[in-house]
């Protein structure tokens, strides 16, 4: 391949690893969080981290560098495309970018010219999803939002209502939000005390609700994730290495 000149290699992003996120999951960390501490006890802590030797690790849980995020590195991924046309927004977690994800940015898109998505911080996340949610930090989310071709804008540390000064702030026609198995939206202990985030843009008709009826959850990779843990740590330790 590469003599016939159809090769190219693609360099991954620094400090985005596989092998970090899978480490997460299993030793349910909260380090990655930005302005969250380590939920792990002290002897805890001191086990995973002798339990990695290999001189190149960075991280004291999962053994490889964590990413830092950059202006010029998160401009990269930016579309730079100005907004014009009818603006459609949406908002959520967007952890662990998956299929349905883009099943559904893909539909959300369509029902505008301009998509922006409003990415919770990790506070706010952990707050509605618990656990060690998310587990991808908010800098890690916003690459993997930016490198979707539906999405032409992120707001990092979205507001988790969606008022009318946000609306009118962003110019937004509609807004638009699909089904989550993890978070009830009627619920009164939700991450801002809010019954419904979504109040506002229904009341003046400017909301749309979509089901791409695509199953696939970042809950339900976690739950893969921790149903072969063992088998994954063996993984991940072999892979320190070579990271």
Known sequence: VKQAGRYKECKRTSGISTTDLVGRMLLLTKTHHVDSQNTLPPEKYAEVKDGSTD????SPFTGVSQFLSTSRKISQFSSGKEP??????VDGAFDLFHIGHLSFL????????????G????????KYKGSNHPI??????????LACRYVDEVVLDAPYVVSSE?????????????????????????A?????????????QKFVCI???ECMSTTKIIERILANRIRFMERNKRKEKKE
């Open 55 to 58: 001189s190149t690790t960075r």
């Open 84 to 89: 014009s046309g009818r603006i459609v927004y």
């Open 106 to 117: 893909e539909e959300a898109k369509k029902h505008g010219d301009y998509l922006i998505v």
């Open 119 to 126: 990415l919770h911080s990790d506070m706010t996340v952990n």
């Open 136 to 145: 991808m930090s908010i800098h890690e989310r916003t690459l993997s939002l």
């Open 166 to 190: 946000v609306m009118k702030h962003f110019k937004i026609d509609m807004v638009a939000c699909g089904p989550d198995e993890d978070v009830d939206l009627s619920s009164a202990d939700n």
């Open 192 to 204: 801002q005390g809010s019954a419904d985030p979504y109040g506002y843009p229904k009341s003046v």
């Open 211 to 213: 089901d791409t009826h």
